[in-house]
């Protein structure tokens, strides 16, 4: 059957399979990037940037501690510090409180895994407990200058409520870290996958064009060669060449016209060899009978005479 294909269908599909392969290659390629983009995109807004909201939260978190600490061991002391670096330091704290809203306000609002959600709910809970029992209540009397009850909230309820409030939110940094390192191994694993399917494809894809490349060669050049070799023996003067067509695509076409073109030129040469024949026999007849009559007249000739 593939006999019959045509030249043109065959090249037709050498050039279809592999343009079909490199779309395949380049779909499979394009896919893999928009998946690694897609990675890398949540690596970043849901990660990277989750975890520096975390570390600034936990950062403003210790700077209110810090703060409540600087103020009342400025009062205590024995030369007390003026009260407008309290109430400055007062001030500065409620601007603390007001970021670290608006910054976990942006990171709940990212994609949250079901762990990180439980997480963040744990760190809601402590930083709330935090900063009723602790943190409000000292800054309350600070802005009181009620500096002997701001270190008894110090060293009481705050001191108490921190440590939960630090833990979960390190407990939180390190789901980003994990998470993180997840989708990084996704990735290299997606990476290894495609690499792998992508040179199974490509040297398949060579063996194929080469064994079809080899099919359509031997399929064009071993009648054009016998082609040649007909023509040659024909201009040479022999017509006794046995011409197989064994197909019926272009060169097969052409073998069949060589042979036509044979057969017409060996039944055109018997015909030429007929004539001739004939033509001698008539010749040596004329001449046979151009010498009956040259005797016969010889004999006329010499019987009038005597």
Do not use: C
């Not at 306000?105 to 994609?111: G, I, L, N, R």
């Amino acid at each position: 059957m593939l006999t019959n294909l045509t030249i043109k269908s065959r090249l037709v599909f050498v050039i279809g399979f592999l343009s079909v392969l490199l779309v395949g290659i380049g779909v499979l390629g394009m896919a893999s990037l928009n998946i690694t983009n897609a990675s890398l995109r949540s690596v970043y807004e849901n990660r990277v940037v989750a975890l520096g909201q975390l570390e600034r939260v936990s950062a403003l978190i210790n700077k209110g501690q810090i703060l409540v600490g600087e103020s009342v061991s400025g009062q205590l002391s024995a030369f007390p510090e003026d009260v407008s670096v309290v109430d400055k330091n007062v001030a500065e704290i409620r601007g603390v409180m007001e970021e670290i809203k608006a910054l976990l306000k942006a990171y709940s609002a990212t994609k949250l895994t079901a762990e990180e959600s439980r997480l963040f709910e744990e760190f809601s809970a402590n930083r709330v407990k935090y900063g009723r029992e602790g943190l409000l209540p000292a800054l309350a009397a600070l802005a009181g200058h009620d500096f002997q009850q701001a270190g008894e909230i110090l060293q009481g309820p705050m001191k108490e409520a921190y440590p939960p409030v630090r833990a979960s939110a390190e407990a939180l940094v390190r789901l980003q870290l994990g998470e993180a390192k997840g989708e990084f191994e996704a990735a290299q694993s997606r990476y290894v996958m495609v690499r792998n399917v992508a040179i199974i494809v490509m040297l398949a894809g060579v063996l194929l064009a080469a064994l079809i490349g080899y099919w359509l060669i031997r399929a064009i050049s071993g009648p054009l060669n016998e082609a040649v070799r007909v023509a040659e023996s024909v201009a040479a003067g022999d017509l006794t060449q046995v011409i197989e067509v064994r197909s019926q695509d272009e060169t097969g076409k052409l073998m069949k016209a060589m042979k036509n073109m044979n057969d017409s030129l060996a039944n055109i040469v018997g015909q030429v060899r007929t004539g001739t024949d004939t033509i001698a026999h008539a010749t040596r007849e004329i001449a046979s009978g151009n010498l009956d009559l040259s005797s016969r007249t010889e004999e006329q000739a010499a019987s009038l005479e005597e």
